[in-house]
């Protein structure tokens, strides 16, 4: 259960919540995703258009007084307008009463004269009757639209004498913020263009819409002189706000227009209220100059209903790809960062290029949160893991490997693997006087060991040995694991002369104590054995196991009847032999064994031991006791070695012999 806890795979958990969320999209989800959309469709270099917008601000308050204006003064701000020479004018200013200056007939004189397109408003009831619209419908008349109970419309005589009139509707999405705007409506069974639709009408010199619709909303819709205008099923459109009009005040025209739309509309605090639109807040006449610009200009805005579909296949597709790349930590947080950095671009270049609008904020939030989490499990497990080393191995490596082994695990193979190790043991020699001289002392006897083994075990960690285990007043080492060391039989040879000087220095100040002085004997064996975390289910240790394991403790035992501090194992004392001089000693086949095997210690091999050795081996006992002998009045530092061996060949040689000795004891 833990390993499967700590998979980073657990974060397949996380993908399948975010999937959710995205499919569930709630209020959130797509206020993001739309204000995301606001960064880039405002971003779009500026398109300037003919299209002009008339603002009735304070100051042209202060010049025609009280509002509304006496309908005349409408009149003379049209007719004055044309005579700037105006393609066409929009009065974007609802007038569904009479004139309260009773001038409705001179504002009717100039609609007659002048083509001049007018709003009404959609509402909850209607007032006045709407100007029956020139739309050709195809299909049902049920087909669900934006719908209203009713429109407000100006008197009937201005109404039925403009060129045109369009409903000045918003659609606010779920935060308020006008993004889409619907060029048709319905009301009571009717169908009404928007104004902007009227001014494509009308500048078009066109009589009628055409809309195609079917169970789901709109299909098609043009204007037959104008052309085909795309549309959601809804008949909504995306303002591309970097279409761009010019605003001026209405007390400060320009002398020429240029044949531009005109759309006047008010602007003074306190008469209208600025639209919230991706731009920010804009005055109404402001969002009809864009949203005409927008479809003057053919600038399609494309939001396919199989685009949430693409971009939840990609979230799932990315997300498990990345989480089969974090098997290799640097591969999967490479291509974390060149996919989350890819993502953005991609999404700027399907608008720029083909005006799709690509959501992102979903699949970098989710992908994001998935590699968290995937990436949170590996540091967890890691952390773990080298909680796990500096417990098991803190106690018997030194800290510099055991810090090694914490920063790349990999180094720790657990669970047994074969490798060439090389393997110490150490015993007390002495102890008996030592236990005599603290008698029933035992803390006493148990503080000058824990100082014993704290001087040796010192030399061990620093050489970087593993410290196996203590065996009474034994010691097991090796080295080459957890960690590599291509010259493990240098560095345990070499540990064993330092912990020989350590030995030395130890007992001088063990002496001036009053305690007897310590001994002891060291055996190295090099070979291949099993290494890794053995033992049982409640309890295990890091340690090795095989015949060279075994081979090492005899040697070990085998320094006090060969008179040395020191025996190694053939395969040792050759790959040290050109740092360290080493010299034969004897061939072996220690208790239980009954091949024999070349043991060394360390020292300068002298002529007469060589010749000692070859009569020795050859049988030549006669030659080699005398050759003894003379080594042995020379006082040198293998006398008790000698002395040890001349013993033996003075017993007798063997009917059997055959060059090898078999030891009777460990």
Not at 81 to 108: E, H, K, T, W
Not at 271 to 278: G, S
Not at 470 to 499: C, R, S
């Amino acid at each position: 259960m833990k390993k499967i806890l700590l998979s980073p795979w657990t974060a397949l958990i996380t993908l399948s919540l975010v999937l959710c969320v995205r499919l569930a999209d709630p209020s959130f989800v797509e206020s993001v995703r739309l204000r995301y959309f606001d960064t880039i469709i405002t971003s779009k270099p500026i398109t300037e258009n003919n299209i002009y917008t008339v603002n009735i601000d304070e100051e042209t308050l202060s010049r025609y007084g009280q509002w509304p204006f006496p309908r005349g003064e409408y009149a003379n701000i049209i007719r004055e307008i044309y005579n700037r020479n105006a393609g066409v004018v929009v009065f974007n200013i609802l007038m569904p009463d009479p004139d309260r200056s009773n001038q409705d007939d001179r504002l009717l004189n100039v609609l007659n004269k002048f083509p001049v397109i007018l709003s009404n408003t959609p509402s909850n009831k209607d007032k006045n009757t709407p100007r029956t619209p020139g739309i050709a419908i195809i299909g049902p008349k049920d087909a669900p639209l934006i719908e209203y109970p009713g429109i407000i419309a100006n008197i009937p005589k201005l109404e039925n004498s403009a060129v045109g009139v369009g409903t000045t509707n918003t659609l606010p999405e779920i935060d308020g913020v006008n993004r889409r705007v619907p060029l048709i409506v319905t009301s009571q069974g009717k169908f009404y263009p928007s104004l902007s639709m009227e001014i494509l009408r009308v500048i078009a010199n066109d009589t009628t819409t055409q809309v195609k619709v079917n169970e789901n909303g709109i299909e098609k819709m043009r204007i037959p002189k104008f052309g085909p205008i795309a549309t959601d099923n809804l008949g909504r459109v995306w303002i591309d706000w970097s279409q761009q009009s010019k605003s001026v005040s209405m007390v400060d025209l320009p002398k020429d227009f240029g044949g531009a739309i005109v759309i006047v509309g008010t602007s003074a605090a306190g008469i209208a209220n600025p639209v919230p639109t991706a731009k920010g807040a804009v005055w109404p006449q402001e969002l009809q100059a864009a949203l005409v610009g927008t479809m003057i200009n053919g600038v399609v805005i494309k939001r396919p209903d199989w685009m949430d579909g693409v971009e939840t296949l990609s979230l799932v597709t990315l997300g498990l790809i990345l989480l089969f790349l974090t098997r290799w930590t640097y591969v999967g947080l490479f291509s974390c960062v060149i996919v989350l950095c890819s993502i953005l671009p991609v999404s700027r270049y399907l608008y720029s290029e083909y005006l799709y609008l690509f959501d992102v904020t979903c699949l970098i939030g989710g992908l994001v949160l998935v590699i968290l989490h995937a990436y949170g499990i590996k540091f967890v497990s890691e952390f773990l893991q080298k909680q796990q080393i500096k417990k098991q191995f803190g106690t018997y490596l030194s800290k510099a490997l055991v810090e090694k082994l914490q920063k790349n695990p990999e180094l720790l193979v657990l669970g047994g693997e074969s490798k060439e190790l090389s393997i110490m043991f150490t015993d007390v020699r002495g102890f008996t006087a030592i236990s005599e001289h603290y008698g029933t002392d035992v803390q006493g006897l148990t503080k000058i060991m824990n100082r014993y083994m704290t001087a040796m075990t010192e030399k061990i960690l620093t050489n970087n040995g593993t410290l196996d285990k203590y065996i009474g007043d034994a010691q097991m080492a090796f080295w080459n694991a957890p960690v590599e060391e291509i010259n493990h039989a240098k560095l345990a040879v070499k540990t064993a002369l330092e912990m020989m000087n350590s030995l030395d220095t130890f007992n001088d100040i063990v002496t001036k104590e009053g305690v007897p002085a310590f001994g002891m004997g060291l055996g190295i064996n090099t070979g291949t054995v099993v290494v890794g975390n053995m033992g049982s289910d409640q309890r295990f240790d890091y340690t090795c196991l095989g015949d060279t394991v075994n081979l090492a403790s005899r040697l070990e035992g085998q320094s006090k009847p060969y008179g040395v501090r020191i025996v190694l194992g053939p395969l040792t004392a050759e790959r040290v032999k050109d740092e360290y001089p080493v010299i034969e000693l004897d061939c072996i086949a220690v208790k239980g064994k009954k091949i024999g095997v070349r043991i060394y210690t360390l020292g300068d091999e002298t002529i007469e031991h060589k010749d000692f050795l070859e009569d020795y081996y050859n049988g030549d006992w006669i030659d080699a006791i005398d050759t003894l002998k003379q080594l042995i009045k020379k006082k040198n530092p293998l006398q008790q070695y000698y002395v040890n061996m001349l013993e033996r060949l003075e017993e007798g040689k063997p009917t059997d012999w055959n060059g090898t000795y078999v030891a009777t004891s460990k």
